[in-house]
């Protein structure tokens, strides 16, 4: 059990933690952590299987700033072990994986602001001081710490099996799981929003309201909608850049009749 509790740990640390260190990679999507998990633990059919399922229901989360709902990472990877643990199927990793999905981004929200916020003031303090060596050592230093914390919650989770963790979730109260699940449904409108308070343009309102549209009253599925609005991109890059053609093109003429006007002047003030 102690190895096990290790791997999974492990697993959490490398894709979870690491995705955020590279760059948001999909390194801590459920497809990629239920075979993983699959493959150390010895039951890589099982991993694929929690995996692919887990990854359509946590499909459409993309956690952006405001915009959270759950963490897909850590509800997979011990939802996939308990599953082979428990020589069980999806039937019974999903039911555990969506509460741990909400749970674990409280905790993983609660460590940023709890490991990594206080620390804002140095890397101010550092960067004015030129500490290009001291601003790498604390970046590093605090990712390390951050999801070494968090890497536990799965290390205990299986050290102390599935019935242990299954009866902790059972003992929250169903107001606070409620609750975080209502929040969680709308945080990403809270997050939209904040999105296009950023990006907002008058310009823009048109596709805004075309996008209402479709989905509202024509009931177009996202895929729909969103194919209309590649073809848009691509019209409007096309138009674009015809009239950067034509612009650049005019733009030379230009010069080039300014340059014939200026050497004209030139020899006039030569023959006078």
Known sequence: MLVQAILVAFVVFITVGGQELLGFTMLGRPIVIGPLLGLLLGDIKTGLLIGASLETIFMGVVNIGGASSAEPGLATALATAFAIQMHAGAEVAIPIAIPLGIIGLQIKTLLYVGVVGPFAAKFDKLAAAGNERGIMRLHFGLWFTQW???SLIPFFAILFGSKATQSVLEKI????VNGLSIAGNLL???GMAMLLKILWDNKLFIYFMLGFVLLAYLKLPLIAIAVIAVI???VTVSRDLDLKKVTD???GKNISNSQTSSSDEELDEFFK
């Not at 109260?173 to 606070?176: A, G, L």
């Open 249 to 251: 093109s005019l733009k």
């Open 188 to 190: 990403p409108a809270v």
């Open 232 to 234: 848009i991109a691509v």
């Open 148 to 150: 070494f914390i968090y």
């Open 173 to 176: 109260p169903t107001v606070i």
